[in-house]
């Protein structure tokens, strides 16, 4: 079934680990994206990559890293995790081009919690 | 600043129909989109207006004002499986999504 996959589905991390959460798609989609959901907020953008070997810093990019080797993973990696780190991680995907709607694709989501 | 506004919470009666309004204040626009996202799960894509006007999609239909910097998603026939939270989000001038914080929708019987 087309679509994005990630890894883990959820975590249980001590503050001061290093982690990477996995994102695979096999839609062929241009651009990809990290996204956290917190209680009574609104999606907020970590990173994203528009294009294989090209990435760029969202809203709240502090203490997050990515990587984009290829045009299928796009992996988050927490440096050294602490509490506010706690929450639910969507990747998602699209295909790139300024018009058009570019529906957003996500994935399953991954849950942290950071103790 | 960017600000999408959103109730935090509506209650409407299976079969009945119901009305989730967004507001918003963006650098620039280009599109607004609906999504659906049951408790749990990822959010899928409902709708999408770019120009004034209603766009309708079975149950679901979506309006937009840019002028008023307004939008609703209007539910007819309510299901329990409506039941979920609606996210509204722009399309900004550098064709960066900014989100609503959601209306969690609650069915009754």
């Known amino acids: 079934i087309a679509g994005i996959t990630q890894a883990p589905t959820s975590q249980i991390l001590a503050a001061g680990r290093r982690m990477t959460l996995r994102c695979t798609q096999d839609?062929?989609?241009?651009?990809m994206y990290w996204y956290r959901q917190d209680l009574g907020l609104g999606l907020r953008l970590i990173h994203y990559s528009n294009t294989a070997g090209t990435t760029g810093k969202g809203e709240v990019p502090d203490g997050y890293s990515v990587s984009r080797a290829n045009t299928d993973d796009f992996p988050l990696t927490l440096a050294s995790a602490v509490p506010s780190q706690t929450s639910v991680y969507f990747c998602a995907s699209s295909d790139s081009g300024a018009s058009g709607a570019n529906v957003l694709t996500f994935g399953a989501g991954s849950r942290l919690t950071v103790l | 600043g960017q600000n999408i506004d959103q109730p935090t919470e509506m209650t409407a009666t299976e079969g009945a129909i119901v009305q989730i309004n967004c507001t918003y204040q963006t650098s620039g626009f280009n599109g607004l989109f609906w999504y659906q996202q049951h408790a749990g799960e990822a959010p899928t894509f409902l709708s999408y207006n770019v120009l004034d006007g209603l766009e309708e999609k079975g149950r679901f239909s979506s309006f937009l004002s840019r002028s008023k910097g307004y939008s609703y998603l209007l539910l007819k026939e309510l299901q329990m499986k409506d039941s979920a939270s609606y996210l509204c989000a722009v399309r900004d001038s550098n064709y960066q999504l900014i989100w609503g914080a959601g209306t969690k929708l609650i069915i009754k019987p």
């Open positions: 839609m062929r989609h241009n651009a």
